[in-house]
């Protein structure tokens, strides 16, 4: 036993039917320190701290609290010895107050009856503790994001938390959000409670923590002293290899001859006057601000929503979808920005998954081919090397990387020509960012089109063969390779093309 250690879990291990979350994992948390625990998606770092709180019954393993040793954690033995959690996905109730929400499951009674009063007194007194301003019978669903996390924080407070353990806290927070629950955070610390915060964001780790450990793959990697740590040396340690390339090389493979995708003068959707071409073997990136107007060319090319005029061509013969299924039929593929609404079904096996756009196509008179579906997702699970025990494992049980790669395979195996990115790699880690370029390498070398709208320069310029860059809902430029440049992209982002003028 150590005395500095106010939480230790070790050589935890955690075995799930086909796959191995932790392998051997230990931590140790020093009292009042800000502990960073990183790792790419799928590391494990979810299962290792519900394994704290009893949330995981470890396969094996041990956890000690001040020293005391527990051979089985429950959610209230954890509460009990000091050990507060904010989950990924807080489970408070939109339609109760914030104080009923601090207290739910433990209200305050005064003999039989609950004493709101009293709750909201408690609660008052924990948000002023942390200087934030919520009203204690403000109902939860009218408050943003971020302060329904302050309330879980006070509500962690307000029980004597010593341990408050953040399962990345910012992801859903706006820039604004992520200040102000990094001052809460701060403060907590000064008072002498200890954090574990865990977040892909080597920004923000460097920004808070005393101390970094990484974990990949369910193993433990190192700790570091951040003081002492580089983000080069903790993107090796996260993903196991150097990565000196961001983006991968691609083979020379645009045939000019071919034209895969023509625009010709299409309005719609808002959008105004698009022309471009996409060759086979091509990647052409689509630039801009958030608003220009790039998703929604998207949608009318896949036929989600109508052109009022101008010429979509597809290898040279004029195509008019009507909906996203005869978009699919023709051989264009969408993989959408936000993936978990509307790119997998998460709630479905990769197998089901990847044969979705086929049925059709392997079926039968409505009998499905049963083995032509499992060859098929086979197939492509071992071409994009989908990490997975089985083709059964539902989607949602994926890390984010993963499940753009289940996207990919269905629309691999539904023989697209054109392949649609929205942000392809938006809340993606390092490593997984690396194979989803891969993959779009893959496609290009293969002779499809690809147009890939991006957000994020480093990618657009990385990856395109060319660039074209829209601002409201107009194209304000075009780049060949040559003239790539991150202050002319941004320059023709920024232009606001004026039609009176113009005209
Ligand atoms: N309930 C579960 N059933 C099966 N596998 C799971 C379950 N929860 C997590 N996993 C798997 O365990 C691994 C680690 O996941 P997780 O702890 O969520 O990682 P992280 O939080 O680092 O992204 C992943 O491969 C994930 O698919
Ligand atoms: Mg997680």
Known sequence: MNEDYVLELEHIRKEYPGVVALKDV??????????????????????????CSGAVIPTSGKIRINGKEFDRMTPQLAAE?????????????????????????????????????????????????????????ELVKNLSVGYQQMIEIAKAIQQNAQVLIMDEPSAPLTNNEVESMF???????????SIIYISHRLEEIFHLSNRIEVIRDGEYVDTLITKEATVDQLIRMMVGREMTQKFPPRKPCIDESKVVLELDDVCGNGDQHMSLKIHAGEVVGLGGLVGAGRTELAQVIFGAKP????????????????????????????VPEDRKRHGALLGVSIKNNINMPIYKRISTASVISSGTEKATAEKYREEIQIKCPTIGQLVKNLSGGNQQKVILGKWLAADSQLIIFDEPTRGIDVGAKFEIYKLINDLVEQGRAVLMISSEMEELIGMSDRIIVLAERQMTGELTKDQFDADTIMAMASAVVDQRNAG
């Open 183 to 193: 001052e809460v955070v701060e403060l907590l610390r000064n008072r002498g409670v």
């Open 81 to 137: 010895n000091g050990i507060a959690i904010i989950y990924q996905e807080f489970n408070n109730v939109k339609e109760l107050s914030a104080a009923e929400n601090m207290f739910l499951g433990r209200p305050i009674r005064k003999g039989m009856v609950i004493d709101r009063k009293a709750m909201e007194e408690e609660a008052a007194k924990a948000f002023a503790q942390l200087r934030i301003k919520i009203n204690p019978r």
């Open 307 to 334: 052109k009022d005029s101008g010429r979509i061509l597809l290898n040279g013969k004029e195509i008019n979808p009507k909906s996203p299924r005869e978009a699919i039929d023709l051989g264009i593929a969408l």
């Open 26 to 51: 230990t931590l140790q948390l020093r009292r009042g320190e800000i502990l960073g625990l990183i790792g790419e998606n799928g590391a494990g770092k979810s299962t290792l701290i519900k394994c």
